[in-house]
Nanobody
Framework: QVQPVESGGGLVQTGGSLRLSCVVS???????LGWYRQTPGKQRELVAT??????TNYAPSVKGRFTISKENPNMVFLQMNSLAPEDTAIYYC?????????WGQGTQVTVSS
């Protein structure tokens, strides 16, 4: 059973930083890892992705503030700097393989003004 597990969310003031981590348990050939976020009443949106080869992609709203990185084939991180209230959301880890995709249960990030 493949299961991404997130950690590192919490409450931070505007301008602060947080680092999210995700560890993927189980056996699968991973082609990409990513972070998505969702707020109540809105669709889940892409934050950042990284391929097994290290190619990254960022949402325009986070480019220059967030950095996605990976360690080993099954760990992904999201360094979030200069956080703003609009970054408040549940952040989900996503892992993709050939014909398969899995989601973590999410970790709450709250940025106070």
């Amino acid at each position: 059973q493949v299961q991404p597990v997130e950690s590192g969310g919490g409450l931070v003031q505007t301008g602060g930083s947080l680092r999210l981590s995700c560890v993927v348990s189980g056996h699968m050939y991973i082609t990409a890892l990513g972070w998505y976020r969702q707020t109540p009443g809105k669709q889940r949106e892409l934050v950042a992705t990284i391929t097994v080869g290290g190619r990254t992609n960022y949402a325009p709203s986070v480019k220059g503030r967030f950095t996605i990185s990976k360690e080993n084939p099954n760990m992904v991180f999201l360094q979030m700097n200069s956080l703003a209230p609009e970054d408040t959301a549940i952040y989900y880890c996503n892992v993709q393989g050939y014909g398969s995709e899995y989601w973590g249960q999410g970790t709450q990030v709250t940025v106070s003004s």
